[in-house]
């Protein structure tokens, strides 16, 4: 009777097993990570295994891979048609096979059928920031090549508000300026800062959302009144001097120190670079600094816009099959990957500077003054609009920079300037 009843627990043990192994469900992922970074390694381990904490039926099998490695077997894996079912991908650029193709599944089905868009700021749920034009995949964050910075230390020692128009700017330059201050500073020493910091979000605002499409399919030219005006915008700024002649010989390095130390009410730059302000200044003087986008310019065709772009994120193999366990779990790895929990402690790392989720507590995070200034720049970009060095190529992109230049220190028109970029794009177009 013994050998018997043991038998029957044999079998019921066994069973279970059997069916453990079955119900489990195995979800490959390819992760973007720096395996020297102890921090990134614990932060990772930590959420993927409290995924499968959550979720029972689940194993995940991870490969961390990092730059150019990580790139490149991805390519592997796209050309094999072995993608790997929830995969770290960028919005285009490197990535832009993989929206081409569309080898990475539309998430638009899984987002309204849980009711999450709300919980992500607008310009991460817009299908034109993808390369495709559909939701291939949520992004962590945005990254804006424009960020406009106030000191209010220097705004409060001569009596002044931020300016919330350009009108507004102008009338500030001549009680800045016998104070013994500038206005806006911007290191225009580098080729590539004048119109990826400065222009793009101009050139977003004279010609609206999506003007790059004109221009790419030949609907529109740089010698269009509305792109003539932007770039004239650019004379006029150094002309009613808001921005100084003497930015041209301001090194890239030096920008943020300079504007630390007071010598400027403004300061032009990417969202990137509040590590360099926070490095610049005490903690006890970064809850003067604020974070935001240009004041509304007259004549434009939007305000409260900026230049940016989403960042990476997590996208799912299109080849999932509909409806499937595999895709029901990859679906609900993406979204905890990009949830509160995940995001926060992405925000408090540094790792998501502008975090595309809308519903985070900014107040409650381990926070630096100027990382939660910073984190809270999404919700103050009414608009998104492209970056010009991430449409166009380096030859047109830099011939921007020295038209730019030329246009402060007066040497060519607005006209002279526009008609030789689109010069320049007509030779390149005829080259490919």
Not at 61 to 89: C, M, Q, S, T, W
């Amino acid at each position: 009777m013994k050998k018997f009843i043991g038998l029957i627990v044999f079998c019921l043990i066994f069973n279970n097993f059997v069916y453990a192994q079955r119900a489990e469900t195995v979800l490959t992922v390819l992760y973007y990570l720096d395996a020297l970074n102890p921090t990134a390694v614990a932060d990772a381990n930590l959420w993927f295994r409290t995924f499968e904490r959550n979720n029972p039926g689940v194993r995940i099998i991870r490969e961390n891979l990092f730059g150019e490695v990580y790139h490149d077997k991805l390519r592997v894996y796209a050309a094999a048609g072995n993608l790997p079912d929830v995969i770290y991908v960028w919005p285009s650029g490197r990535h832009d096979y993989l929206h081409e193709h569309r080898l990475l599944k539309d998430l638009t089905p899984f987002i309204e059928r849980d009711g999450i868009r709300n919980q992500f700021i607008p310009m991460a749920m817009d299908t034109s920031q993808q390369h495709a034009g559909y939701m291939a995949m949520i992004p962590l964050g945005v990254t804006s090549s424009h960020a406009f910075y106030t000191n209010m230390e220097v705004l409060n020692a001569v009596g002044l508000q931020p300016a919330r128009s350009y009108a507004e700017l102008v009338a500030q330059v001549p009680v800045l300026t016998a104070a013994g201050y500038e206005t806006i500073i911007i290191p225009a020493e580098s080729t590539w800062v004048m119109q990826s910091c400065l222009f793009s979000m101009i050139a977003g605002r004279f010609c609206g959302p999506d003007w790059q499409e004109r221009i790419l399919t030949g609907k529109a030219k740089f010698t269009d009144n509305d792109f003539v005006a932007a770039f004239d915008f650019i004379r006029r700024m150094y002309a009613d001097r808001v921005i100084s002649l003497a930015n041209i010989g301001v090194s890239y390095g030096d920008g943020p120190g300079m504007f630390a130390g007071n010598r400027s009410a403004y300061y032009i730059d990417g969202d990137w670079r509040v590590s360099d302000l926070i490095t610049a200044m005490d903690t006890s003087r970064q809850e003067n600094f604020r974070i935001g986008v240009f004041p509304d310019i007259p004549g434009a065709r939007i305000n409260s816009s900026t230049s940016a772009v989403i960042s990476s994120g997590f996208a799912m193999n299109a080849s999932i099959p509909s409806g499937s366990e595999r895709e029901r779990l990859a679906w609900e790895l993406i979204k905890w990957m990009v949830s509160n929990e995940v995001s926060t402690l992405r925000t408090e790392r540094g790792n998501t500077p502008t975090p595309s989720r809308r519903d985070l507590n900014f107040e409650a995070m381990n926070l630096s003054p100027l990382q939660r200034a910073a984190a809270n720049l999404g919700n103050e970009i009414q608009a998104a609009t492209v970056i010009f060095d991430v449409v166009f190529p380096s030859e047109v992109f830099e011939r921007v920079h020295d038209g730019l230049i030329d246009l402060a220190v007066g040497r060519r028109t607005a006209m002279q300037v526009a008609a030789d970029i689109q010069r320049t794009f007509d030779n390149y177009n005829r080259r490919r």
